[in-house]
């Protein structure tokens, strides 16, 4: 995710000054702009990305009319193998795994929208406040952007979930936010001191403009594409988050998520009876959903970088 | 024996989505042994994208559609990557406009010597060291720079050991791609003598590439002039200036040739006459084809459209149009609006152990005037954008004091600052970084009106509205609602000056204003300002590198040099009579392509 920030941060500003003449001739070609969408569609990696999302996306809603049975009824024989019944067996208590897995991509949903989202915000507002200011007010902000860079974030996270009062998906999107803004702070912050330099933004101040405007109405809607693909990154990190949390244990085990089910799989030794049906697709489903998430990511930067496209 | 040979090439940006753009129609050049050939036309005319395919250099979606490339002898239209790597930089190198900037930042000078050198000969670590000295001393750069980092460099000297990096090899053709654009004229000026005597020492061939009329003419032996993708003449330099084939060339003659000729001062027309609408300029003259077809109600972008018919018609129509003189205002017929008395600023450097004080402004004294135009003329780091940025108040002067009126800008609080920035706007050099691209022009231009002058809704539309005319963009339904991208970077200009004119402020700082613009569209900026400075009697300050455009705009000329004014005074005066030894060298840094062609005549 740190990747794929950086890169979008370095090409925006090159692919400025570097637009190949037949593009930036104006008026001259009457070219119409691609919207956002479109650009992202015609990039075949981030297609390809958007098509695996709205799959999933789809399975996340529709969830009761996909899933077989209740996730939580233990109606089965426990610990059964793959049958034409349970498609990829039963639980230790004789829940149907395949139901569990539909189920699952709610909660991964959820917490990727919500969890990113709120590392998103923190990140930009303590990363915009820092880099617009400067002065002593970026140093007090970088230094905690710093600290809490350096801090090991795993550790924290358990530390975090484990003594929590509450237990729950709340409890555990609370956590990943309040431990993952940092990046996304940091590289807000240097895009804002690129772009506070921007003849533009001088105009803004002459113009009569208050802080707050500069900040909100000519900065923030260039960095939109940055962050997108923060928000992005910052959702398929934290799909990761809570799904090691929940796999170490530290999360509800109660909830219904891949997480959860990778935990109690592993807990009754799913591997060494071969029950290969309740251990890989939970998995495999994971690194589905976060791959495309990271190949979305690729067609946003197209956006924010020409060079990029795919036409 | 040709060593380029460039037959019927054909060279397209080729997209799925996008109809082919056909950037390179037909081309015919041919490069001689020894020959230094110059490519002009204005940007968007495709000469880049000519020069980066002659070194098979292009990149997707930009492909060679037909047509031949031929060096030396050899086809190189299709050659493959693997053939063509040994030629590079040994047979064929190059120095593009940002050359500069692709000097390594962590490996000093004399390393990247050593690692092209090494690359291609089997030459001993002595020798690489001999070839390398040499290199850089052709140059005019001492040897021992070599253990110099880039940044440590100026932008010329960087420039320079640019230029001696891609002739390391001896390659047996050039191609310089605006190899001095954005560096100022003394500098320039140093850069071609040592190209010019390079070459005459090696006998490589050149292709140069530059929008610059004047710098190709300083230079070259034969000059091809390319329009709209297609190469439109082709002839000796001097026969170009004297007999120009096609109507382009002769309108691009024109607008340097206008340039150099004299102000006549004797006619004592006062300012108001050029407020009735007469289009100005001494320097620019009736030739630029904007000008005529301005009148006729177009706009530069659209002549750019224009046919070949239709620029003959223009050319002819302007070679009877007789050039407006104007004579510069009288000082004291003006009221002051600044008076700047003294000022000096100086920044402290800390590099390791020394601290290094620079005076980058040093007891300055001049004042700005009620529909009055002053030039500040000198070399990047002379300070005049400095004295810019104490005149708007953004930094306050070590001494000195600056007078708005009864005010004290240097004394200002941050609030003062506030309501003073509406009487001080500015115009930018860069067009495409001053709009916001997230904004529509309306947006842009409602933002000044809504907070100095309480003019909001309909009646701020409105205003926009009037003002995008009078800057000559009409219809202004047209272009209020569209984004900054959706225009040319010379309407974008004229979105800045309407911008810096709406809040009617007292005094307006144009930095550069037209430096980053073609050629063709520059003198119509000019016109622009001019009109409207002198119409609602504004004090502008016109900060500017370049003496000629200067004295075509402005009443007074002051000339600084390493913070100092050396120069000052009526702006004719200071060019045909220049007193200091500084302001002699920048007026002869000018590439004048025309002392030897008029002689001639």
């Known amino acids: 995710m740190a990747m794929q920030e950086g890169r979008t941060f370095g090409l925006e500003t090159a692919a400025e000054d570097l637009a190949p003449e037949p593009y930036d001739t104006g008026k001259r070609t009457r070219f119409k702009v691609p919207n956002g969408l479109a650009i992202m569609w015609a990039n075949r990696k981030s297609r390809t990305g958007l098509i695996l999302l709205a799959l999933f996306v789809v399975v996340g809603i529709f969830a009761p009319w996909i899933a077989p049975y209740d996730p939580r009824a233990g109606i089965f024989m426990p610990l059964a193998p793959p049958s034409g019944e349970n498609w990829l067996g039963t639980t230790q208590l004789g829940e149907d795994v395949y139901s569990q897995l539909i189920y699952g991509t709610r909660t991964s949903l959820i917490v990727g929208i919500l969890a990113g989202g709120l590392a998103t915000i923190i990140g930009l507002i303590i990363g915009m406040i820092a880099g617009y200011a400067g002065g002593w007010v970026d140093e007090v902000l970088s230094f905690f952007i710093n600290v809490f860079l350096v801090i090991p974030t795993l550790p924290l996270m358990i530390t975090f979930a484990a003594y929590s009062p509450i237990k729950g998906v709340t409890t555990v999107i609370i956590v990943i936010g309040v431990t993952g803004w940092a990046w996304g702070a940091r590289v807000k912050r240097s895009q804002m001191m690129s772009l506070r ?33 923060g928000y992005i990154g910052a959702a398929g990190a934290a799909i990761g988050a809570e799904a090691g949390l929940a796999f170490i244990g530290v999360g509800d085990p109660l909830t219904i998520s891949w997480g959860t089910m990778l935990y109690w799989a592993d807990n009754s030794g799913a591997l060494l009876t071969g029950q290969w049906g309740w251990l890989i697709p939970p998995g495999l489903a994971l690194a589905l959903l976060i791959t495309a998430l990271t190949l979305v990511n690729f067609g946003v930067d197209a956006i924010s970088n020409p060079h990029l496209r795919e036409e | ?65 037909s047509g031949q490339v031929i060096f030396d002898g050899k086809d190189i239209t299709r050659a493959s990557e693997d053939e063509i790597r040994p030629l590079r930089w040994a047979e064929m190198s190059t120095v593009f406009q940002s050359s500069m900037n692709a000097l390594n930042p962590v490996v000093n000078i004399g390393k990247q010597f050593k690692d092209v050198i090494e690359a291609h000969t089997n030459m001993t ?17 001492d040897p021992s720079f070599s253990r110099f980092y880039a940044h440590e460099l100026s932008g010329g000297m960087k420039q320079r050991v640019a230029i001696a990096l891609a002739l390391a090899l001896q390659p ?171 000022i000096s600023k100086h920044y402290t450097r800390r590099r390791g152990l020394t601290k290094t004080r620079v005076d980058a402004v040093s007891d300055v004294s001049f004042t700005l005037r009620k529909g009055y135009i002053t030039a500040l003329v000198g070399q990047s780091g002379s300070g005049k954008t400095t004295i810019g940025r104490l005149i708007t108040g953004i930094e306050k002067p070590d001494s000195g004091s600056i007078l708005f009126g009864e005010q004290r800008v240097d004394q200002f609080a941050r609030r003062d600052l506030k309501e003073y920035r509406r009487h001080v706007q500015l115009v930018f050099q860069d067009p495409y ?63 800045v000056v309407a911008r810096a004119l709406l809040s009617e402020p007292e005094i307006v700082i144009a930095d550069e204003p037209t430096s980053m613009l073609d050629v063709t569209i520059r003198a119509e900026i000019l016109e622009i300002l001019n009109r409207l400075v002198r119409d609602k009697g504004i004090a502008m300050l016109y900060i500017t590198h370049d003496l000629l455009s200067a004295r075509a705009l402005a009443d007074e000329i002051l000339v600084l040099n390493k913070g100092r004014i050396v120069e000052g005074g009526d702006a004719n005066q200071v060019i045909s009579e220049p007193q200091h030894d500084y302001t002699r060298l920048l007026l002869s840094s000018i590439p004048n392509p025309f002392a030897e062609g008029l002689v001639a005549d």
């Open chain 2, 433 to 495: 970084s001053a709009l916001n691209p997230a904004h529509t022009i309306v947006h842009t231009l409602t933002r000044p009106l809504a907070n100095f002058m309480d003019v909001s809704g309909r009646a701020a539309r409105q205003r926009v509205a009037e003002m995008l005319e009078q800057v000559g963009l009409t219809p202004a339904e047209q272009f209020i609602d569209k984004y900054p991208h959706q225009l040319s970077g010379g309407q974008r200009q004229r979105v």
């Open chain 1, 197 to 229: 330099e921007r003849d533009y933004i001088t105009a803004a101040i002459f113009s009569g403009e208050p802080m707050w405007r500069i900040v909100f109405r000519e900065i923030l809607p260039n960095m939109t594409s940055l962050i997108v693909a």
């Open chain 2, 125 to 141: 670590e002595r020798e690489i060291e001999r070839r390398t000295a040499e290199l850089l001393e052709m140059v005019n750069i």
């Open chain 2, 1 to 65: 024996m040709a060593v380029l040979e460039v037959k019927d090439l054909n060279v397209s940006y080729m997209t799925k989505k996008r109809p082919p753009f056909h950037a390179v129609k037909d081309a015919n050049l041919t490069i001689d042994a020894g020959e230094i050939v110059g490519l002009v036309g204005e940007s968007g005319s495709g000469k880049s994208t000519l020069g980066t395919a002659v070194l098979r250099l292009l990149d997707p979606p930009g492909t060679i559609t």
């Open chain 2, 172 to 342: 047996r053709f050039v191609l310089l791609d605006e190899p001095t654009t954005g560096l100022d004229v003394v500098v320039q000026q140093a850069i071609l003598d040592n190209v010019k005597r390079i070459q005459k020492e090696f006998g490589f061939a050149v292709l140069m590439i530059s929008h610059d009329l004047g710098a190709i003419m300083e230079i070259a032996d034969r000059v091809a002039v390319m329009y709209q993708g297609q190469l439109v003449d082709d002839q000796p330099a001097r026969d170009l200036l004297l007999r120009p084939k096609h109507p382009y060339s002769r309108v691009l003659i024109g607008s340097y040739e206008d340039l150099w000729q004299p102000a006549s001062g004797s006619a004592a027309e006062d300012a108001s006459s050029d407020a009735s609408g007469q289009p100005i300029t001494r320097a620019f003259g009736g030739k630029a084809p904007v000008d005529i077809a301005a009148r006729h109600g177009m706009d530069a972008d659209e002549t750019r459209m224009l046919g070949m018919d239709d620029l003959q018609a223009i050319a002819e129509a302007t070679a009877q149009d007789p050039a407006v003189v104007r004579a510069p205002a009288e000082a004291s017929a003006h009221e002051a609006v600044m008076v700047i008395e003294n």
